[in-house]
């Protein structure tokens, strides 16, 4: 994955992950970095880089607009 972003010149972590109601967290294993909503479940939250917004308050996209954003 690293590779293909690579190819496409964004910088940043090779892999980001953003989840509220996995069964698993073990996509924030595999990530770089990893970032629950505030509404996530608990477990997932505790595994989470970070928490960030609400999702029904648009916390993912807001996070990743202010993550990429130029």
């Known amino acids: 994955m690293a590779q293909s972003l690579q190819l ?3 910088s940043g972590p090779a892999a980001l992950s953003a989840l509220a109601t996995a069964t698993t967290t073990s996509m924030f294993a595999m990530a770089d970095e990893s970032y629950a909503p505030v509404n996530a479940k608990p477990r997932v939250k505790a595994a989470a880089t970070a928490v960030i917004g609400h999702h029904d308050e648009n ?11 130029p």
Do not use: M, T
């Open 8 to 10: 496409k010149a964004i």
């Open 59 to 69: 916390g993912i996209a807001e996070f990743l607009r202010d993550r990429f954003e």
